[in-house]
């Protein structure tokens, strides 16, 4: 049983997809613990009722950003995880937190990386003039939404789409390629070679 430990900062319905999934597809794999840092994520709330383990380490009760980061970590490694995956999670996490989980930290992030990293990914691909928009599972390296992909899904941009439009149409492709890439992690699915994700049974990495 892999245990996974997933971090949220706010709605948490990439997380709820996870948990679903876990339990439901009979994973071998169980959901340990969500952890925000706000205390008034809606995400806690659904946890909560699944009876998962919740914490909150509110990165306001921190002066730096390496003290938020310790604090975390151990709350996480008091978890023993296998997988810590980070959901909505919208606190930059420093090197060294993110070195301590290196190869069993993964970020979902609504944009077809490498492209717009960061914040306001639809406005920006909107105001681009992209035709095509997407969202992007990889594991975490110290770059800002970098990092070796695992999965990635892509869809078109409609005539009339504004952003909340596209994101609601990313974030159900979301839900899909989420559980998905962690369920690959946990069934032991997926190698990294050179800094290039490989699907071990030759499944598709894209959502079209
Ligand atoms: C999702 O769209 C996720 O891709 C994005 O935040 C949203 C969280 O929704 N993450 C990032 O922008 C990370 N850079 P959720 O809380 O309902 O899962």
Redesign the pocket.
């Known amino acids: 049983m892999k245990r996974i430990v997933i971090l949220?900062s706010?709605?948490?319905?990439?997380?709820q997809a996870i948990v679903q999934q876990c339990a439901e597809r009979r994973w071998p794999a169980k959901v340990v613990a969500v952890i925000s840092n706000r205390p008034d994520a809606k995400?806690l709330a659904y946890a909560r009722e699944r009876g998962i383990e919740t914490a909150v380490v509110d990165h306001k009760a921190y002066g730096t950003r390496e003290a938020f980061d310790a604090a975390l970590a151990a709350v996480v490694d008091a978890c023993e995880p296998d997988l810590v995956v980070l959901?909505?999670f919208?606190r930059i996490l420093g090197t060294a937190f993110v070195q301590r989980y290196e190869g069993r930290l993964l970020?979902?992030?609504?944009s077809l990386l490498p492209a717009f990293p960061g914040l306001h990914t639809h406005r920006r691909a909107l105001d681009a003039g992209c035709k095509l928009v997407g969202?992007t599972v990889h594991f975490v390296t110290p770059e800002l939404?970098h990092g070796p992909i695992v999965l990635q899904s892509a869809v078109p941009v409609l005539p009339g789409d504004d952003e909340d439009a596209l994101a609601s149409r990313v974030?159900a492709t979301?839900h899909v390629i989420y559980p998905l890439a962690v369920r690959w992690f946990v069934e032991d699915r997926l190698a990294i070679e050179h800094g290039i994700v490989r699907q071990l049974d030759g499944a598709s990495q894209v959502l079209m």
């Open positions: 949220i706010g709605r948490g319905s990439n997380m995400g959901a909505g919208m970020n979902i992030h609504p969202a939404d974030l979301e």
